[in-house]
């Protein structure tokens, strides 16, 4: 599969498109458009969001993807990582609120 054109991003029309290494663009309205990571995992195919395209451009979705598949590489799943840093993030949110 040929990777499209960096410049073709803001010109998609909806549907999904791969630029390589588990990389997607999925353009869901002419407006709408986030960058995907699909890989699968003990034989389960999943899909990490890795951010709207408006603010998020080529070069930074490939970075986070490349993020991801270390993980993958580490055999830790990326999804499971967000969802553990995020828990631990809130934890140490609410442990700072004090009530004086």
């Known amino acids: 599969m040929a990777r499209p054109a960096t410049t073709n991003v803001e010109k998609r029309r909806p549907g999904r498109y791969g630029y390589g290494d588990g990389l997607w663009l999925e353009a869901t309205t002419p407006t709408r458009r986030a960058w995907f990571l699909r890989y699968t995992r003990r ?3 999943r899909m990490m969001s890795l951010g709207d395209a408006r603010h998020i451009d080529l070069r930074e979705g490939r970075e ?3 993020d991801a598949q270390k993980l993958l590489a580490q055999d830790i799943d990326p999804l ?4 553990a840093r995020r828990e631990a993030d809130a934890v140490a949110k609410v442990r700072q609120t004090t009530f004086s």
């Open 64 to 66: 986070k993807a490349t």
């Open 80 to 83: 499971d990582d967000r969802r």
């Open 43 to 45: 034989g389960k195919a």
